[in-house]
């Protein structure tokens, strides 16, 4: 797989113990960000085409956006990616499997206006667990309620991070949480009219009834399309015609 298609666009591969490190310098982006790419995993390239090459979130706003909330973040590129296209916005960057976590910190640790969270959002405060779905996908990380076999993270509420930060409004809420979108979006009632956007990817094939809490929030906005894997809800921030 290609990884640039830009004259300026570098690559640099780092060997490291447990496989290959790559260093990607891209001539649109502020700094240098890394990829994992393991014999049996190269889910950080396929991320990495999804934002960079295939443009899952290209868009253009009414207005820069002062507040993006990036849930499942993964290694961080959906937030460099917004960080670079909306300097002056603050993207908080939510993502609860421990090891992409740590790998959010080192790719976004040099900018000023991204807000970095080890936590799983879910619709209430407690401990979850969080259940590897290699068996689905290799980099799946899914939300369940907390047993002794899983691995325990605690959860934080959309409400949660408004009152933290003192948030009037979320311009654009992305969400990639793999499944864990059917519980928080049904118990969206209390924030919901203080969000402008949606960006939701839907797991109704891993957990049936993410598509139903979708269709119900719908009418909460006045578009609705499909860009890519994910489903926009809009209340008229993005630009008509910069929908693809």
């Known amino acids: 797989m290609p990884?640039?298609?830009?004259?300026?666009?570098?690559?640099?591969?780092?060997t490291e113990e447990k496989g290959v490190v790559l260093c990607v310098q891209r001539n649109d982006v502020?700094?240098?960000?890394?990829?994992?790419?393991?014999?049996?995993?190269?889910?950080?390239?396929?991320?990495?085409?999804?934002?960079?090459l295939q443009h899952e979130y290209?868009?253009?706003?009414?207005?820069?956006?002062?507040?993006?909330?990036?849930?499942?973040?993964?290694?961080?590129?959906?937030?460099?990616?917004?960080?670079?296209?909306?300097?002056?916005?603050?993207?908080?960057?939510?993502?609860?499997?421990?090891?992409?976590?740590?790998?959010?910190q080192k790719n976004t640790a040099i900018y000023e206006n991204i807000i970095g969270i080890q936590g799983a959002?879910?619709?209430?405060?407690?401990?979850?667990?969080?259940?590897?779905?290699?068996?689905?996908?290799?980099?799946?990380?899914r939300i369940d309620k907390a047993?002794?076999?899983?691995?325990k993270i605690p959860a934080i509420t959309v409400g949660d991070i408004i009152r933290k930060f003192h948030i009037?409004?979320?311009?654009?809420?992305?969400?990639?949480?793999?499944?864990?979108?059917?519980?928080?979006?049904g118990n969206s009632k209390s924030w919901i009219d203080m969000v402008d956007s949606i960006i939701v990817e839907s797991h109704e094939s891993w957990l049936p009834g993410c598509d139903e809490v979708i269709d119900a929030i719908s009418p909460y906005f006045s578009r609705r399309w499909q860009q890519g894997e994910n489903i926009y809800l809009d209340n008229g921030y993005i630009k008509v015609n910069d929908k693809v």
Not at 38 to 49: G, I, W
Not at 78 to 104: D, T
Not at 147 to 151: G, I, L, P, Y
Request: one cysteine or more; aromatic letters at 12%.
């Open 3 to 14: 990884m640039n298609n830009h004259q300026q666009d570098s690559v640099t591969c780092i």
């Open 168 to 185: 009037d409004r979320i311009n654009i809420l992305k969400m990639d949480i793999e499944g864990a979108e059917r519980e928080v979006l």
């Open 30 to 52: 502020k700094y240098p960000f890394y990829l994992r790419f393991r014999l049996m995993d190269a889910s950080d390239v396929q991320v990495y085409s999804q934002i960079f």
């Open 58 to 104: 290209r868009f253009t706003t009414i207005e820069p956006p002062k507040v993006i909330l990036d849930a499942g973040a993964n290694i961080g590129l959906s937030a460099i990616y917004f960080a670079n296209r909306y300097p002056s916005g603050k993207i908080i960057a939510l993502e609860p499997e421990r090891n992409n976590f740590l790998l959010l």
């Open 121 to 141: 959002l879910w619709h209430k405060n407690e401990m979850v667990g969080l259940l590897d779905s290699a068996d689905i996908q290799s980099w799946a990380f």
């Open 147 to 151: 047993n002794d076999k899983k691995e």
